[in-house]
């Protein structure tokens, strides 16, 4: 539903990528789903603060919201410095099918201040494969556990908590989705929805643990 819902709103001929607003919730995790299966170039935004970083050194010309409730997509249209899409960019468009990017910031820890890196989707899936392989592989052999749970406590924005949502949806298990210590707190205190799931991988920065 959510590609569908994108499909309308890309110019697939472009190169210019588009942005989008993060949280944890189902309907934008469902929507950077669909970009990824789509191929599209977008950057990831887990706060709005950093849309004049993404217009300026991206070229993004308009950001995309998701109505949590309905999965509707709101598209924005923003002024942007940059006169064309970046050419460390548009480099990786050059050749092969695989030239879908995703655009994320670093945290910004350092002096300078967030920046961004580019990756392709293929690559962000051969990650999560390796991440799969290595910690589910763990998870199972510690607890005995046919099936693991993986929750998601950062924003699936960031390319940490983005790897951890991807490998949790390789996964024949489930997948929460933390928006906010309360709703951590929940989904740590609830049931797996298999009675054969025994262990919980938790990405989380070392901020939520403190909270937690």
């Given amino acids: 539903q959510q590609a569908s819902r994108l499909a309308r709103l890309l110019d697939t001929a472009s190169t210019e990528p588009i942005g989008l607003i993060t949280n ?5 995790a469902a929507t950077v789903k669909a970009l990824s299966d789509l191929q599209a170039n977008a950057v990831l935004l887990p706060s709005p ?6 217009a300026a050194h991206a070229g993004i010309r308009s950001v995309l919201s998701v109505d949590w409730t309905t999965g509707e997509l709101n598209r924005e249209t923003i002024s942007s410095s940059s006169s064309s899409t970046a050419r460390w960019v548009s480099d990786l468009q050059r050749d092969g099918p695989e ?6 910031a670093t945290s910004g820890s350092g002096q300078v201040g967030p920046k961004l890196v580019v990756y392709r989707w293929k690559a962000l899936e051969k990650q999560a494969q390796f991440t799969a392989e290595r910690t589910v ?3 199972r052999h510690l607890t005995n556990s046919k099936r693991v749970r993986f ?4 924003n699936i924005g960031h390319a940490y908590n983005n790897n951890g949502f991807l490998t949790g949806l390789l996964e024949d298990g489930d997948l929460g989705l ?16 298999s009675s054969d799931c025994l262990a919980t991988i938790l990405f989380a920065t070392p901020r939520v643990y403190e909270v937690l």
């Avoid at 944890?24 to 934008?28: G, L, M």
């Avoid at 929750?151 to 950062?154: G, L, R, W």
């Fill in 24 to 28: 944890n919730n189902i309907a934008c």
């Fill in 49 to 54: 603060t950093l849309v004049p970083l993404a």
């Fill in 99 to 104: 030239k879908g990017s995703c655009i994320m």
């Fill in 137 to 139: 592989a763990d998870a």
């Fill in 151 to 154: 929750v998601s406590a950062s």
């Fill in 178 to 193: 933390a928006g906010s210590p309360d709703d951590l707190l929940e989904v740590l205190l609830s049931s797996p929805t």
